[in-house]
């Protein structure tokens, strides 16, 4: 193997010659005012010391070769131009040399190919935008019928100046044909498409060396897998400032996909939670921080620079212009107000409801604890303070009042939405509900196996249990989620949950560098931090909850599957596998009792008019999906949005109807729609009393004539 690599780097100083002439070419011919960006002295020992700290760290193990040096080069060149808009065939095919010699860069810390594939990148995104203001000036005729392909991947490069430019036109033709149909004049247009492409433009002539060095190291980095990333000295110095401002403003975790905001989550007990509108895969295509009516596109914008007028002084109010859902298809867009706040502990803490059912002659009451995160006071603890709020002392204080106030009949732990958070605390919860035992399975890189386990003696509660997920309960919940499952001692309802089954560990490059190199401008830590994938959890049935998650008892029809939205859909995710069950003592046989329970809950969902309304939504996204295109007629966009505006509008009203208030404003698109009763808690709840009603005996279960009502604790 030795021999090999030493055989493939004699081979790879021919490209030498090669790269020089090529680097000399891209500075003669590259675009005025651009400049030509080269790595730095220590980006060679960083690069070195990162390759060797992930061969030797990452769970996976997996050997730097020609099968990895591919995938980062496709990673690599997909990360600077996903839509295929700026580099050319004759770009790509010129890259090729470099396929199977990534591997080989990486392991001596030559870095110039890839600085080269970007000043090529550069290049050719100011040649293009240099020559746009014409184009961007033009007036379509949107009564052409014309389709813009909106998911590149299948698409071919483009292959000369004529098919790159006939696919510009029919990019801004649809960019303007969306700002016409959001009530934009000719001239608006112009300016708003004009300042757009120069911020795309100054964007791309801002990045330096370690930025660009920074995009390079994480497609390596991620061609691993999506949770294994480098962090520059910058980003590094930052990430503490992050994490502390993390819950600050509007209460979302952002990130850049291709050249708009999306919102990748919305933190328990912010802003944006509380008012329930702006929602994960959210588009930010505008941001009117005042809230004083002047919106500023956003689009092409550094994320950076969006969050920094997005957040703001507690209390102050910030207007976003949305894409719902990242729907770019639908020229659909909305606006939502919210109000900055910081995010406090409280505000993420376990609540309490009851749904009171009525079945036959006897009123039966659910308990019900929701769980936006897994939290624990860590600063309370390192004070000494005797009391220190976590999730397991809130949850057990708010069964010991349902007990007390409402003598529940069963419990429901609501989990939607729970990303995560702490491992201790997901481990003490499942505590509560079983005697003892194993929770999760922990496996290192080198094999070894760690079983955590709940040592309390006694179950805190007994009664019928059920738990409710989706395909946002990730991590910690899918530990808790998925011990439940499998000592049989609840039942699991709701989606296929997210499926992150990996565990991170962040380390310095200070410590592993020599410390004459340590004199790097900025202090802090110098040469930045690798957040690497160390180890996996599995459940105490020997399978993991990485890529699969939790799969339901019950499963609700979704907007997402887990193959579009969850782990499984990220590029390098690492696959299910299983490891040997550890030893535990189930407390019943769910699965018996399943078939039953769901052809009642099948029965009643059908006549549910919610359930409805999302099967319809299910089945017109799946056929939205499948098209991979978008129409730049005019009349047909219009037609499209009547259709979506009247769909809405109707159900709108006939919620309304069933509520006794009056018809809403048709005119007002950016109206606050009503507050919906959780249909899905609803039916969790009524799905529990089957289960109750099953195990006691009672084979005279009539779901039509149970009714609900709703009391907050």
């Known amino acids: 193997m030795i021999s090999s690599r030493n055989q493939k780097i004699t081979n790879g100083k021919q ?16 675009s005025s005012g651009a400049q030509v960006l080269q790595p730095e002295s220590v980006h060679s020992q960083v690069d070195k010391t990162v390759s060797r700290l992930l061969s030797r760290f990452h769970y996976s193990q997996l050997e730097l070769n020609d099968s990895l040096s591919s995938a980062i080069l496709d990673r690599y ?38 600085f080269e594939i970007f000043n090529v990148f550069k290049r050719r995104v100011n040649a293009r935008l240099d020559n746009l203001q014409s184009d961007l000036k033009e007036k379509y005729d949107f009564t052409v019928d014309e389709e813009l392909v909106y998911d590149q991947d299948d698409e071919p490069w483009p292959t000369d100046l004529a098919a790159l430019d006939k696919k510009w036109h029919k990019r801004l033709k649809s960019e303007a044909l969306n700002l016409k149909l959001a009530g934009k004049e000719q001239a608006d247009i112009e300016d708003i498409l004009v300042k757009r492409y120069q911020n795309i433009q100054r964007r791309i002539n801002q990045y330096d060396s370690e ?30 400032i992050r994490m502390s401002l993390s819950f600050e403003g509007i209460g979302a975790r952002l990130t850049t ?34 809230n004083d009516g002047k919106i500023l596109d956003v689009i092409g914008w550094k994320l950076d620079d969006v969050v920094q007028r997005i957040r703001g002084h507690k209390g102050s109010a910030v207007r976003l212009q949305i894409i719902p859902g990242g729907d770019i ?47 624990f006071d860590f600063e309370a603890q390192a004070r000494n303070d005797k009391e220190v709020k976590s999730t397991t ?35 003490r919860l499942t505590g509560l509900f079983i005697d003892q035992g194993p929770v999760v399975q922990v496996r290192q890189s080198n094999g070894y196996i760690e079983i955590e386990k709940d040592t309390e003696s006694g179950l805190f509660y007994d009664g019928p249990l059920m738990v409710m997920v989706d395909e946002y309960s990730a991590s910690a919940s899918e530990i808790f989620a998925a011990a439940i499952q499998d000592y049989g001692r609840g039942l699991i309802v709701g989606n296929q949950t997210f499926g992150k089954g990996t565990v991170q560990q962040l380390i310095s490059l200070d410590r592993f560098i020599p410390g004459r190199l340590a004199s790097r401008d900025g202090g802090g830590s110098p040469f930045g931090r690798i957040k690497v994938t160390m180890a996996k959890f599995y459940r105490v049935n020997g399978g993991s909850t990485q890529h699969r998650g939790v799969i339901p008892d019950i499963s609700f029809p979704s907007r997402h599957s887990a193959l579009d939205f969850g782990e499984s859909s990220l590029v390098n995710a690492l696959m299910w596998d299983q490891i040997k069950p550890a030893r535990f003592q189930k407390y019943g046989d769910v699965e018996t009792a399943v078939k039953k329970l769901q052809l009642r809950h099948k029965k009643r969902i059908a006549g549910n008019r919610e359930f409805q309304y999302l099967a319809e939504d299910i089945r017109e996204m799946a056929e939205e999906d499948a098209k991979n295109s978008i129409s730049l007629n005019e009349q047909i966009r219009k037609e499209e949005r009547k259709q979506r505006q009247e769909k809405r509008l109707k159900r709108e009203n006939e919620r309304r109807a069933a509520l006794g208030l009056p018809p809403a404003d048709p005119n007002d698109d950016d109206a606050e729609p009503l507050r919906l009763r959780d249909f899905i808690r609803d039916e969790s709840a009524h799905i529990l009393l089957d289960w109750i009603l099953l195990e006691s005996g009672d084979v005279a279960i009539n779901a039509e004539k149970s009714q609900f009502k709703l009391e907050n604790q």
């Open 211 to 240: 930025e660009v060095f920074e995009l390079f190291m994480n497609a390596y980095t991620q061609s691993l897998d999506p949770h294994t990333n480098y962090f520059s000295p910058i980003t590094s110095e930052n990430f503490g």
């Open 257 to 290: 996909e291709n050249e708009y905001v999306r919102v990748v989550e919305i933190i328990p007990g912010g802003p944006a939670d509380l008012d329930k509108r702006l929602k994960a895969n959210d588009y930010i295509i505008g941001v009117d921080e005042h």
């Open 393 to 427: 002392t809130d949850v057990k204080e708010l069964i010991a009042k349902l007990k007390q106030q409402n003598r529940i009949d069963g419990l429901i732990i609501d989990l939607r939405g729970n990303g995560g958070g702490s491992l201790q605390e997901a481990i």
């Open 329 to 375: 298809a639908s020229g659909m867009t909305r606006y939502v107000t919210l109000t900055r706040d910081k995010v406090k502990l409280e505000e993420q803490a376990a609540k309490s409801d009851t749904v009171q059912i009525e079945h036959g002659s006897k009123q039966f009451s659910i308990g019900v604890i929701e769980i936006p995160t897994f939290y």
């Open 15 to 30: 490209y030498v010659t090669r790269f020089v002439i090529g680097f000399l070419l891209s500075i003669l011919v590259g």
């Open 77 to 114: 060149i997909k990360r600077l131009d996903p839509g295929k808009n700026y580099f050319m065939a004759s770009d790509i095919e010129h890259f090729e040399k470099y396929r199977h010699e990534m591997d080989d860069f990486i392991f001596g810390g030559n870095l110039d190919p890839a």
